[in-house]
């Protein structure tokens, strides 16, 4: 079996062999430390001895038999007498479970005790498989300080109840898990800080996990509106850049080098989903996206329709860059005058204050004005505003170049949510 295929194995069944645990014996930290074991064991046994026909269950089967070692050891003393009033006769069923656990183990990890930062980095760490030294060094911070993050984080979860959670409550956790997805993807996508626009380890890992939970929820619009989302914008990965890493807007990419089978697949995807009554958030970015992924040139943009999808989205989001991503439409298909209106209205928005895109989007419609002199002002702000350096260069070019790219929108960025 080669090397990478035994790889997304393991990482496919990580998270249902840690779900199996952790719904029995509740200790986070304890089983993970199983199930690294028994992973590192599979690595070790599979490519020779071939892949078990159940790899969930062999490795369930692996991580117990570590379970039973740890608890007898005298530093898990306290922790085995935890675990037997749990299972005092230590006869619970370790079967592979009948529906895919990996559900149940993202939905854990979006505990609404846990801040943002924490909700991120458990995923990575217990869905997704990364590891602290990758997750510390995605987000930029020591790996210390993400071990400790990671510690707090499993600890809190440890001790908030059970595994499986009512009905109720997993859909308000399903949607604190999209949202979270979101936001690696767009990490990934644009990094918020460091020297390469993208990292390209994140966004792949965001469409994964959404991929993952497309099929286990597979009539759920929003997921799928979600991993649509992701595809198309993800499709434009490689003309983001030219070979400098310098980033190269929207209105500017080469489109022969999009992604086209991934936009094909996102928009027959896209096609089903919005055949249904309810159209959520994720939906309308989606729709959105392959308007943009629709046009074979920059001219062919139908801007009009993207403003009314934007306004559809303004009115189930109570989320200031929504109405920013609005002002651009509203510029390009109706004029800079109208989009600097609808701009004027977040202006004072709190939410924006420390955000390079308001500066950005008004100096982009400040130079298709004819103010050219104000324009430069803003992008200047706006690249002082941003830590991606790639994001600093393209604006601190169009600072210099205002009057002589006045039709190009500042970015291509998603982030509406």
Known sequence: MADRAL??????CAPQVLGVLVSRFRQFD????????????AASAWPEGGVPDEPVGWLVTVARRRLTDLWRSDSARRRREEAVAV?????????????DDSLEMLLLCVHPDLTEASRIALTLRAVGGLTTAEIARAFLVPEATMAQRISRAKATI??????????????????????????????????SAGPGLTRVDLSAEAIRLTRMLHRLLPADGEVAGLLVLMLLTDARRQARTDTDGRMIPLA?????????????????????????????????????AAVHAEASTDADTDWR???????????????????????????????PERGLEVLDRVAGDRRLARHHRPDAVRAHLLDRLGDHEAAREHFRRAARATLNLAEKRYLEDRARRAGSAATTPPDDDPGTS
Do not use: K
């Open 252 to 288: 500017e990419q080469d489109r022969s080098r999009w992604d086209h089978a991934a936009i094909r697949e996102a928009t027959t995807l896209l096609e089903r989903t919005l055949a249904r009554r309810e159209v959520g958030p994720y939906q309308l970015q989606a729709a959105i």
């Open 87 to 99: 299972d005092p006769a230590g006869t619970v069923d370790l079967e592979a479970p009948a529906v």
């Open 158 to 191: 440890g001790a908030g109840g059970g595994f499986t959670l009512p009905a109720d409550v997993r859909t308000e956790r399903l949607s604190a898990a999209l949202h979270v997805l979101y936001l690696i993807f767009n990490e990934g996508y644009t990094a």
């Open 30 to 41: 304890l089983c993970e430390d199983a199930v690294q074991e028994a992973l590192l064991a």
């Open 7 to 12: 790889e997304d194995l393991l990482r496919e």
């Open 305 to 335: 329709q993207i403003e009314i999808l934007y306004r559809l989205l303004e009115e189930c989001t109570d989320n200031p860059v929504v109405t920013l991503n609005r002002a651009v439409a509203v510029g390009m298909a109706y004029g």
